[in-house]
């Protein structure tokens, strides 16, 4: 890739934003208000906005591989501490995509080095679900279906978080679980129960003010 292409499609974009708009650029300034956090995957074919259809300060994203959202990553932690208690961000969606190369390699008995750890989270998910995964014999509706759960199961580790529970109280903030399905080019919502998953472990994760 020629990278001086980036900078000429970079003045291209500008243009194309103040053509109509001479401010644009002078009110993105002034601060940002999104009503969506959008915790995705780092893969360069799912683009949180374009998917979506939304512009420049309308969402709060951050990716990693395989949308984790582990208790022990920082980044991760202080994006959605800052998008809950500072942005206030009225959702939070966790967002998984069929064809998923962390998940599809979380599947595989091989030694990943340094991302041994990053996927483990996976493989715990399909612990969790084994005897419901096991008995899918299909692979690839099996890897869909990983892919589904472990949106589930992020979207469960972002409700554990304090932050997340009082905004969830207060305000009543919503969680979301959705999939890219990169086949189609559609996003699903996979419309999980999530009021009886928290019942199911609030007597372990509640916490008060």
């Known amino acids: 890739m020629d990278l001086n292409k980036i900078f000429e499609n970079n003045e291209k974009w500008i ?15 002034k601060g940002q208000k999104p009503d969506v956090l959008y915790i995705g995957c780092s893969d360069s074919r799912v683009t949180a ?22 208790a022990i990553d920082l980044n991760a932690q202080s994006v ?12 939070v969606v966790i967002c998984g995509h069929y064809s998923c190369g962390g998940v ?3 599947m595989e008995a091989k030694d990943l080095g340094i991302l041994n750890p990053w ?27 990983l ?14 978080m304090a932050s997340v529970q009082r905004a969830m109280r207060k305000r009543g903030m919503k969680i979301h679980g959705w999939v890219f399905d990169i086949k189609t080019g559609k996003l699903i919502d996979l419309k999980f ?13 509640r916490l008060e003010d």
Not at 193 to 205: R, S
């Open 119 to 145: 996927l483990r989270n996976i493989r715990d998910v399909y612990r969790a679900h084994k005897n419901e995964l096991n008995a899918i014999e299909d692979q690839h509706k099996r890897y869909d279906r």
């Open 147 to 160: 892919v589904e759960l472990n949106v589930k199961e992020q979207a469960i580790n972002v409700v554990k």
């Open 49 to 70: 906005e374009d998917i979506m259809g939304l512009q420049p300060g309308e969402l709060f994203v951050h990716r990693n591989v395989a949308n984790i959202v582990n």
């Open 80 to 91: 959605i501490n800052y998008a809950v208690a500072h942005l206030e961000v009225n959702h």
């Open 104 to 106: 599809k390699a979380a």
């Open 15 to 29: 243009a194309g934003k103040t053509k109509d708009n001479p401010d644009y650029f002078v009110d993105l300034n």
């Open 193 to 205: 129960d999530f009021e009886k998953a928290l019942q199911d472990i609030m007597e372990i994760y």
